[in-house]
């Protein structure tokens, strides 16, 4: 079994009416990649465990790419100023294409989520020169989609990533990392140093933090 996590941040507020006619409050929070995943089970952490004083502990639910709170409203929010933590625990990718719902074009979806699933493959043979290449197959994918320009080679992808000032060092630095992967496999770069275990981990915990991002909201930019 495997775990991720996902901040869970910008949510809806809302009120139901009970059998009791009492208005029930409740937040919705958006995680775009959640089907993506086979799921098993979840937890939800950094929120008080009696938010409305009815019951103990917090009653959640989980339909599709959202998360339900029950006893959120402005009040609890103010007195629990850090967003919650979800943590779910899974046995697989049910779904690699729903890593990619805000894609305009589907075969550039298809495209990316074979990649991935490939990484995925590569990673756990700790296959780290091949891991990397296809990571950043991925986040080719990925920067292509907020960039629209399909003559654009990485390099130039990633000068654009440099420029749009929402990717931090550790981002950036990953994404050289798989280019330089990629050049790599020219016999005549044989002098080079070949790629770490260390520098594959840098381009995982990343490949990992891009599946987490909020990309529509990048596209927005």
């Known amino acids: 079994m495997k775990s991720t996590f996902f901040t869970l941040s910008n949510p809806t507020l809302h009120r139901e009416d009970t ?22 089970s979840y937890t939800i952490q950094g929120m008080r465990a009696d938010l409305d004083g009815t019951h103990v502990g917090i009653e959640s639910a989980i339909v599709d790419d959202t998360v339900i709170i029950y006893g959120v409203n402005q009040v609890t929010r103010y ?10 625990y899974y046995l697989g990718i049910r779904d690699y294409q729903k890593f990619f719902p805000h ?9 990316a989520a074979q990649f991935l699933e490939e990484a995925d493959k590569t990673f756990e043979e700790s296959s780290w020169l ?36 929402v990717f931090d060092s550790l981002e950036l630095s990953a994404l ?8 790599m496999i020219h016999a005549g770069r044989h002098g080079d140093p070949y790629l770490t275990r260390e520098k594959a981990m840098t381009v995982r915990l990343v490949l990992e933090q891009f ?3 909020n990309w529509a909201e990048i596209k927005g930019k």
Do not use: C
């Not at 009492?22 to 098993?40: D, H, I």
């Not at 007195?79 to 919650?84: E, F, R, Y």
């Not at 894609?103 to 495209?111: P, Y």
């Not at 050289?176 to 050049?183: D, L, Q, V, Y």
């Open 176 to 183: 050289e990392i798989a280019k330089e992967a990629r050049n």
């Open 211 to 213: 599946l987490r991002k």
């Open 19 to 40: 059998e009791h006619g009492f208005g029930r409050e409740y937040a919705k929070y958006n995680v775009s990649v959640l089907p993506a995943y086979a799921m098993l």
């Open 79 to 88: 007195l629990t100023p850090s967003d919650p933590t979800l943590v779910i």
């Open 103 to 111: 894609f305009d074009k589907q075969s550039l979806r298809e495209r």
């Open 130 to 165: 091949a891991f990397s290449m296809m990571a950043g197959a991925v986040f080719e994918s990925l920067l292509l989609d907020v960039v629209d320009d399909n003559d654009a080679t990485f390099g130039r992808l990633i000068n654009r990533a440099k420029d749009m000032d």
